[in-house]
């Protein structure tokens, strides 16, 4: 069986994700909401991404821009499994992976449309790029992203976006767990 250090983190989101993964692990089953939440996690709706990283490199991360689930806490641990088992960018997470591996949680504000990339912030928001039905996001403050263009960039870059089609914007703020 595999174990991390939840214990290793004060913060009761990212003890909540690396809970969630390493259960899914030891037990091949999405776990339950801990009863023994803060009431922000219990009551509150919002989106969220988990990001695993190891050895100072991206390992996983997947999230919701709005909320799937009934609760933020519910929302984390389908994330947390899904970042560390379902991302297609990387194989699924391994038991002996668990003690190098560190995770953040990014609960998501509420989008807002913007009239152009003037109103962003690499630093303080998060980009929402749409086409039609295509659309990419990326969160804010990420390490090696300094300008907005990047920002844009990789973010159309993953909608499957053309660097030079038109796209609406959307930007976000976060609270980062870490």
Do not use: W
């Amino acid at each position: 069986t595999g174990r991390a250090k939840a214990e290793a983190s004060p913060d009761p989101y990212v003890r909540l994700a690396v809970e969630s993964y390493t259960h899914y692990l030891n037990k091949g089953r999405v776990m339950p909401a801990p009863k023994e939440l803060p009431d922000e996690l219990r009551e509150n709706r919002a989106g969220a991404f988990v990001t695993l990283h190891k050895g100072g490199a991206l390992r996983g991360c997947i999230g919701t821009i709005s909320p799937t689930q009934a609760t933020l806490a519910e929302e984390i641990i389908h994330n947390a499994v899904s970042a560390a088992f379902r991302d297609p960018r990387f194989e699924p997470l391994r038991a002996e992976e668990l003690p190098h591996v560190t995770c953040s949680v990014d609960v998501l504000d509420e989008p807002e449309a913007v009239g152009s990339q003037d109103a962003l912030d690499v630093k303080e928001y998060g980009v929402i790029v749409s086409s039609g039905a295509r659309r990419g996001l990326l969160l804010p403050n990420l390490e090696g992203i300094d300008t907005v263009e990047e920002q844009v960039s990789i973010a159309k870059k993953k909608a499957g976006i053309g660097p030079l089609e038109p796209v609406n914007l959307e930007r976000f703020r976060v609270v980062r767990h870490t």
